[in-house]
């Protein structure tokens, strides 16, 4: 009688726990895909993962990088842009058997066609286009290019050996990493248009080919009539080699929530699929709403520098975040601290950050994001400062001599300054771009 109600009770503490309020199931473990990574496009927040920083080979999603660099370099001035395919472009892939539309020496491509082929044909050709685009005029150039992005955003498990992503042991990415990269080139002007199209596009014939050539999409599961299809995905990139296997990256959307997804090293295509449908599913149904946590008023004090003279300090503040919570934590289960650098020099962009850590035990990835803290009393110190004879200068004889230094150290501060001030200009636009960007999404 006594184990029968143990089994009994078992079984009502486990209907109980279904049914609770906030409770959220566990996150996937997949077995058929090696890694994965769910991160907030908004703020870079990781909400699952599985082997994030597990460095594989991506294969065609490489492309990312290679069209966000694009992208960045053109600003959204397309039209009249042609470049001209050189010997290298092509030649350079013989005996590899990739994906290619033919392009062929002596080409002139317009700059749309390529970023356009490179997306939805996968084009390695393309790419290689793109990266002598970006590259100074060759792939070489464009490769170094795009480490050197991979550097400037911080990523630790990344160095890409080629534009396209055929595999070779110096071409590897995580998952993590990639999703960062497409995080970033969604910022670049015309990179989301392109990464989301789904309509057919046509390639006009050129000088040198008189063929005209359609690009349609090739992601099963953002062709409608697919029984892969999921409504969510907005846009998304592809990959597949013999080594890396099956690689995805994607930016899906519902109910005003924006996702980036990575999934990497997926066995067959099929489980490339289902697991996707899986973690979109889990994604969606655990993170349904952002929380907003207003600044929460910790500050600290930053020494400036500038013309070789200490200047004072500003104040650093938290400024307050959107964080897409898992359903049933607050913003009582966030903390706040501030991450900054020992001096901030003027005529470069402060490295300050708030940084938000999540606690959330078994409902949400307990992990951190770091955003742009807020800098006050800028203005006020600069205007203090170019009026003030420097420490330095006055210690210089003659007196001809000190004056002359004096003005070098001045022209220095002033110089900076104004580089300080075009720079704080330009994230105020970037900021007002990025909440128009928002709102016509619905966020």
Request: hydrophobic fraction near 40%.
């Amino acid at each position: 009688m006594k184990k029968q109600i143990a089994v009994l009770c078992a079984v009502l503490l486990c209907l109980l726990t279904a049914f609770v309020p906030g409770a959220a199931a566990a996150a996937p473990a997949l077995t058929t895909t090696e890694a994965y990574c769910i991160m907030d496009a908004d703020t870079g927040l990781v909400l699952e993962q599985q082997n994030m920083d597990e460095e594989l080979h991506p294969a065609s999603i490489t492309k990312v990088m290679t069209l966000g660099l694009a992208c960045e370099k053109a600003q959204g001035n397309w039209d009249n842009v042609k470049l001209t395919v050189t010997h290298e472009d092509v030649y350079s892939l013989a005996g590899t058997d990739s994906s290619h539309i033919a392009l062929r020496e002596g080409e002139e491509v317009p700059l749309v066609d390529a970023l356009y082929a490179t997306q939805m044909a996968s084009a390695n050709d393309g790419a290689n286009l793109l990266a002598e685009y970006f590259g100074g005029g060759t792939i070489e150039g464009g490769v170094a290019k795009m480490n050197e992005q991979v550097e400037e955003l911080g990523l630790a498990h990344t160095h890409f050996a080629n534009p396209h992503g055929i595999s070779d042991e110096d071409h590897y990415t995580s998952c993590y990493d990639m999703a960062q990269i497409l995080r970033w080139a969604l910022e670049q002007p015309g990179f989301e248009d392109v990464f989301t199209r789904s309509e057919m596009y046509t390639m006009q014939p050129t000088n040198v080919q008189p063929v005209t050539r359609y690009f349609s999409q090739q992601d099963k599961m953002r062709i409608g009539s697919s029984r892969y299809h999921i409504s969510s995905i907005l846009g998304s990139k592809i990959g597949y080699t013999n080594t890396a296997r099956y690689s995805y990256a994607c930016l899906a959307e519902q109910d005003g929530v924006r996702l980036i997804c990575v999934t990497m090293q997926s066995e067959l295509s099929t489980d490339k699929y289902n697991d996707v449908r899986t973690l979109l599913d889990y994604a969606f149904s655990t993170f349904t709403g952002y929380t907003n946590l207003p600044a929460q008023g910790v500050t600290a004090q930053l020494p400036v520098t500038g013309g070789g003279e200490s200047l004072g300090t500003v104040t650093v503040t938290d400024p307050g975040v959107r964080l897409l919570l898992a359903d049933g934590l607050s913003a009582k289960d966030v903390t706040v601290s501030l991450e900054l650098p020992e001096t901030y020099v003027l005529g470069t962009e402060p490295e300050v950050y708030a940084v938000y850590t999540i606690r959330g035990g078994t409902k949400q990835e307990s992990t951190s994001v770091r955003v742009k803290a807020e800098i006050s009393g800028l203005t006020e110190l600069l205007e203090a400062s170019t009026g003030t004879e420097l420490e330095a200068a006055k210690a210089v004889q003659p007196k001809g001599r000190a004056l002359w230094l004096l003005g070098i150290s001045l022209g220095s501060t002033v110089a900076a300054a104004a580089v300080t001030f075009f720079i704080v200009r330009l994230l105020a636009k970037r900021k007002k771009r990025r909440a128009r960007s928002a709102s016509r999404h619905g966020k």
